[in-house]
């Protein structure tokens, strides 16, 4: 029931609401007195709708734009000192798995690995809040300059870990979602290969606004396909008009002059349909299918390509309009038996065998149709249910095959690349990844971030123990690598699978506030402030702040190993060795030169004197010169 407004009319409000009936592209977002958002009036617009002629004013130009861009722009380039702290209790194979999963805010998220992955990551999949008055979106602090942002905020996890509701009543409704999405996309660009793609899942709410944002962003030179989804079969009791049955996926490349055509593998249950035919060729072209060497669609005829064909009875047969193939192609096909006479009540027609791989052994392939049909909404709930004893633990999931037919396209012919999902919310991508590997025996490996989003208090996420959406992303990979390992455990080549993930949990630096502005110590505090590392950080968090400053991948395999007493890591062998222990001293320092690593890491306040640290250069020269040497 409404209450009553106890006001009187807002009579601008109204006046607003009735040009927008009749005028919409007039309707816009502005701040009032207040710095306030609300729904205002172009007129420069409205003047030029209302006038024969030309109206002058502000030079037009072509541009998307919204309060709040240039802060999503501030925000997306500002510096912070944050890393990434490893949680070994909640991954699974540690050591030795490539995928990685990411617990904080995205934005947080993608710009720690702008070092590391720069122009690596070949997909990246994402579905963001839809922005549907009822779905919340992240809250980012855009009131500080950089400088303030980079020495506080960069510090506190306040305002940047936040999810607001916005609802449809919100002044800057569009606005606020738009600079989320933005500065998001952004930072994402720049992580993916030159022929990377990325796919973006949305509905009818902001498909547009996407779109435009996404031009602006990728280039609209690189947009490559905009998928419509069907994602359900029935409903429409609740719809008013008509019965929404579709979203959208929006593809752009990162540089679409370096994609190669997509051709996606046949499916083995289309090959065993169609694919029935056996000859001489079997061992070597597979098997085949007939299809008609007649063009079937009205045309023009060509000269060249109408002309007799001979049956083995020595009868020519014609085309009605032309044939496919040029006459010396048709020669080669009938030397290799590769044509099929058919015989019609009124006429006769050639076929031709269309073999699943060519002459070098190649499989054909097929592309892919920017309508997808067959995978619903459902598909997505039961793919969750079977993991979780039957419990619905978030509603909506995305299907798992639906993602998987992403990571196809984008697979082409790369033998190993990362995915990249940064809303992943229940991990559908890392399970659409680790299928996509059991199928294809591939070596795709994933990248999954999602902000621990509590769970609502009455779901059945919650009544189960899982306090977070995060909680449930990890727990699912967990189930699906088990069950799939489990269900493929008779194939030999699968006994590698990698069903691991690294858990990195985003928090403030591992360093001390005076190791970024140690111009504001003062010296009646320097006492305490010997060691500049925060006292409540592990050797392995220090560890990965470095592999990320370094730029080192975060998926490389860790080993341990003690030499003269002190724990030294080495990270993919000799990529890196670092050792975090206090007491370094030269005779230490010659044990892990022996070791040639290309880079090592030091406690800075860990040496034995200020002597041995500046030796300690000297020492490398000599024993290992193509060693780099950094302390922290």
């Not at 070092?115 to 549907?132: A, F, G, H």
């Not at 606004?209 to 490559?224: K, T």
């Not at 000297?618 to 922290?632: M, R």
Request: with cysteine; hydrophobic share 40%.
């Amino acid at each position: 029931m409404e209450k009553l407004k106890m006001h009187s009319p807002d009579l601008i409000e109204a006046n607003i609401a009735r040009l927008a009936e009749l005028f919409p592209n007039c309707v816009t977002e502005a701040r009032d007195d207040k710095g306030e958002l609300k729904r205002r009036i172009d007129f420069d617009l409205l003047r030029q709708e209302l006038s024969s002629s030309i109206v002058e004013g502000p030079q037009e130009r072509y541009q998307l734009n919204w309060p709040g861009k240039r802060e999503a722009l501030l925000t997306a380039n500002a510096p912070i000192a944050k890393t990434l702290r490893p949680c070994r209790e909640e991954s699974v194979d540690f050591d030795t798995t490539r995928n990685l999963f990411i617990e904080g805010d995205n934005l947080d998220a993608l710009k720690l690995l702008q070092e590391t992955y720069l122009n690596k990551v070949k997909m990246i999949y994402i579905d963001p809040p839809y922005n549907t008055g009822n779905d919340f979106i992240y809250e980012d602090d855009f009131a500080e300059d950089v400088e303030s942002y980079f020495q506080q905020s960069s510090q506190k996890d306040e305002a940047g870990n936040r999810l607001v509701a916005n609802t449809e009543a919100n002044g800057r409704f569009h606005s606020d979602w738009l600079s989320m999405l933005y500065s998001r996309l952004r930072l994402a660009r720049n992580l993916m290969a030159t022929d990377g793609v990325i796919f973006v899942s949305i509905d009818d709410g902001e498909v547009a606004n996407l779109r435009n944002a996404c031009n602006e962003i990728f280039g609209e030179d690189n947009f490559v396909e905009s998928f419509v989804w069907k994602k359900s079969y029935g409903g429409g009791p609740k719809e008013k008009y008509a019965v929404t049955q579709h979203e959208y996926v929006l593809m752009y490349a990162k540089s679409i002059s370096s994609l190669s055509p997509f051709l996606l593998k046949y499916d083995p249950a289309k090959i065993a349909r169609y694919y029935k035919g056996r000859d001489e060729h079997y061992a070597t072209r597979g098997p085949y299918r007939i299809k008609p060497l007649e063009a079937t669609k009205s045309m023009d005829a060509r000269p060249n390509l109408v002309y007799g064909i001979p049956a083995p009875d020595g009868v020519e047969i014609w085309p009605e309009r032309q044939w496919l193939w040029s006459k010396e192609r048709v020669l080669k096909a009938i030397a290799e038996n590769g044509l099929v006479y058919v015989e019609n009540e009124n006429r006769r027609s050639v076929n031709y065998k269309q073999y699943l791989r060519d002459e070098q052994g190649t499989e054909r392939g097929e592309k892919p149709f920017s309508i997808i049909d067959g995978i619903y909404t459902q598909n997505g709930t039961d793919d969750l249910r079977s993991l979780f004893e039957g419990n619905v633990v978030l509603q909506f999931p995305k299907p798992i095959a639906l993602i998987q037919k992403f990571i196809e396209i984008a697979a082409s012919d790369s033998d190993e690349f990362i995915v990249l999902d940064f809303f992943s919310g229940t991990s559908t991508t890392a399970h659409a990844v680790m299928s996509f590997n059991e199928r294809f025996t591939a070596r795709c490996r994933f990248i999954m971030t999602q902000l621990p989003e509590p769970c609502d208090e009455t779901s059945a996420a919650f009544k189960l123990g899982y306090l977070t959406v995060a909680e449930i992303g990890k727990e699912r990979i967990r189930r699906a690598g088990k069950k799939i390992k489990q269900d493929n455990a008779d194939k030999l080549n699968l006994v590698d699978l990698d069903i691991g993930f690294r858990v990195l949990k985003i928090d403030t630096s591992n360093m001390k506030e005076v190791y970024y502005t140690p111009d504001a110590v003062t010296q009646e505090a320097l006492p305490g402030l010997v060691d500049n590392i925060r006292e409540d950080r592990t050797p392995e968090d220090l560890l990965f702040q470095v592999l990320l400053d370094w730029g080192v991948d975060l998926a490389l395999p860790i080993g341990q190993q003690t030499i003269a007493g002190k724990a030294v890591f080495f990270v993919d062998g000799n990529a890196l060795a670092a050792c975090f222990d206090t007491g370094i001293d030269e005779d230490f320092v010659k044990l892990l030169a022996a070791h040639k690593p290309l880079r090592v890491v030091f406690r800075d306040a860990g040496f034995v004197s200020d002597s041995v640290k500046i030796n300690v250069e000297q020492l490398f020269k000599l024993l290992s010169p193509a060693t780099e040497i950094k302390t922290l």
